[in-house]
């Protein structure tokens, strides 16, 4: 019986795969924008609701739309790509799960009646949503945009307690 035991455990031993869980590159860009690179001067960028400085123009292609979102020095965190899923078939989304999961391996995903949501990378860098008849695709660099958000978020925090200060 011990025999059998060990020759049990040695067989499990060699059959398991000695590669790394996550063999896949992670993102270093996404529609001909390079991460940490910085915008040219000439790309005017304006603020968003979040308070992120933000290029954005049109295409022609699948993602009709792009926008570029940059640092305070203008370099490269976070791009973003948005499609009309009403021009979009079936296939077109799942041949865009499929090629995101070999080249980045799917992470997570969460289907609900509102909407569909997919994480790509070890860290999670690359989030495909469908929602409220949008695919967009969103591309984060957290070395740069973590100490953004974080910046951001203490902005924030400062204007609230000024804004409740004598109340």
Known sequence: MKVFCIAIVAVLLCGCDQTPKNSHPAATGAFGWVFGEKLPDQNETFIDEDGL??????????????????????QICMITGSADFNKAGPFDIQNLVDELSKKYGLDDKADSSLARMWAFGSDNEVHLTVF???ITLLYRYDKLLDPLQQKLNEQKNQQFKQSIKGI
């Open 53 to 74: 400085h933000v290029y954005s123009y049109e295409t022609n292609g699948f993602f009709n739309k792009i926008q570029v979102t940059v640092n305070e020095n203008r």
């Open 132 to 134: 409220n008849g949008t």
